[in-house]
Structures are given as structure tokens and as C-alpha cells.
């Protein structure tokens, strides 16, 4: 599956947009991009995911460029709640099962 | 509806014993993933399991080793301890399409002493 890269730690004032991108420049034509997040201590979350059209639910936001090399996720208001790691994971779409390969994520710290 | 159960939350266990980890998936769900999470190395795929048939297996020694019943309810085994294999391990479930989304439980935190 292909391999995504994110940037290890960001910061975000509360209340502010946290906009976390991740590069999956090897993406093939039928790969989804998902995300998930890991609050300290819990099992990982499953926030969206997407094809190639721009996703919204009641979570965040996930905007995928044209070309589909790269994305970003939207946190529209973040809170101190949204603490967590985040990560971008391809899954392999070949009905291969449900095996998700997690990267390091990227950590965001959202700060009074 | 209720989600992905693991029990026990909390074990120690000395080296060289073996242990046994359950996993309760979503009702509907036939599909359970393993995976161990330890500082270094980050989140770790083990096993799926789908219809009772172990189908994907990450990179792990055969001491891990799982199983999953008629009921989709699956357990992990860990057998001759060590000490690296303290970790939190969490079990997903979801349908078992690939790709599909994924529900975690709160895991099982293994220390091995």
C-alpha cells in the first residue's frame, strides 16, 4: 500500500481551524485516503475518509488535491478535546482485509 | 450499539508465561484485526481474522498467534513472554470489505515484568 507522509508535531489555538496535511504522492487510482486519531491512552478513532472529492461530516473536513498526491484534514473549531495524533493511512483496496498500516501521525497540540 | 469490547483492560504477567487477550467485535461485524502498540515501534498490524480464517499476518514471531469463533468474538495468544512484548494491544472490527472503516476498542495493556 502506499506510504504517506505527515509532519511529526503542530500546534493550534483553540477555537482556531487546525489544517493537517499529508503527502501520499504514490497513491493509486482506486486508493480512499482515511484518517484517524489516537487521543492519549484510547484505541485509535476513525474520523473520514474520501476518493477524490472533497468529504465533510460532523467531525472534520478532508480536502484531496486534484492530482489526489496529497491531502489535508480539516478540524473547523478546534478544542483542547482534540489532543491527539492524527494519522493519514491508505488501506490496501484489493480486498485484501483490514490491515492499516499506521505512520507516525502527525501530533497536534491544541493550546488555551 | 455497543462497540468493540477487549478484556481484560489490565494485565501483568512474568516472563516465559503465555497470555490470552478477547476481543468482542460490533454485532454484524466479521472482521477483527490485532495490532500492538509500543513506544518504538509505534502502531503494529498482527492478524486478521475474517470468518473464522486468519487472513493477513503482519510481521510478528508465530508466539502470536489468534484465533476467532463462529461468533466473530477473537483471541490472541502470546505464548513464552518476554519482556519486549509489553504493549497495548488493540483489537478493530469492521464488515471485512477491504478498506472499510475501522472500530478500535480501549485495548488490552500487557506488561510483562
Known amino acids: 500500500d502506499a506510504k504517506t507522509t505527515q509532519p511529526p508535531s503542530m500546534d493550534c489555538a483553540e477555537g482556531r481551524a487546525a489544517n493537517l496535511p499529508c503527502n501520499h504522492s504514490?497513491?493509486?487510482?482506486?486508493?480512499?485516503v482515511y484518517w484517524y486519531r489516537q487521543i492519549h491512552s484510547q484505541g485509535p478513532q476513525y474520523i473520514i475518509h474520501?476518493?477524490?472529492n472533497n468529504e465533510t461530516n460532523e467531525m472534520a473536513s478532508l480536502i484531496i488535491t486534484e492530482d489526489r498526491k496529497s491531502s489535508t484534514l480539516i478540524l473547523p473549531h478546534a478544542t483542547l478535546r482534540d489532543t491527539a495524533v492524527y494519522y493519514c493511512?491508505?488501506?490496501?483496496?484489493?480486498?485484501?482485509?483490514?490491515?492499516?498500516?499506521f505512520g507516525g501521525g502527525t501530533r497536534l497540540m491544541v493550546k488555551p | 450499539k455497543a462497540g468493540v469490547t477487549q478484556t481484560p483492560r489490565y494485565l501483568i504477567k512474568t516472563r516465559g508465561q503465555q497470555v490470552t487477550l478477547s476481543c468482542s467485535p460490533i454485532?454484524?461485524?466479521?472482521?477483527v484485526s490485532w495490532y500492538q502498540q509500543t513506544p518504538g515501534q509505534g502502531l503494529q498490524f498482527l492478524f486478521e481474522?475474517?470468518?473464522?480464517?486468519?487472513?493477513n499476518k503482519g510481521n510478528f514471531p508465530g508466539r502470536f498467534s489468534g484465533r476467532q469463533f463462529s461468533n466473530s468474538r477473537s483471541e490472541m495468544n502470546v505464548s513464552t513472554l518476554e519482556l519486549g512484548d509489553s504493549a497495548l494491544y488493540l483489537c478493530?472490527?469492521?464488515?471485512?470489505?477491504?478498506?472499510?472503516?475501522?472500530?478500535f476498542g480501549q485495548g488490552t495493556r500487557l506488561t510483562v515484568v
Open positions: 478493530a472490527s469492521s464488515h471485512g470489505q477491504g478498506g472499510t472503516e475501522a472500530f
Open positions: 504514490t497513491i493509486s487510482g482506486n486508493e480512499y
Open positions: 474520501g476518493l477524490k
Open positions: 493511512i491508505l488501506p490496501p483496496n484489493n480486498n485484501a482485509g483490514n490491515m492499516l498500516t
Open positions: 454485532s454484524g461485524h466479521r472482521s
Open positions: 481474522y475474517f470468518s473464522e480464517t486468519q487472513r
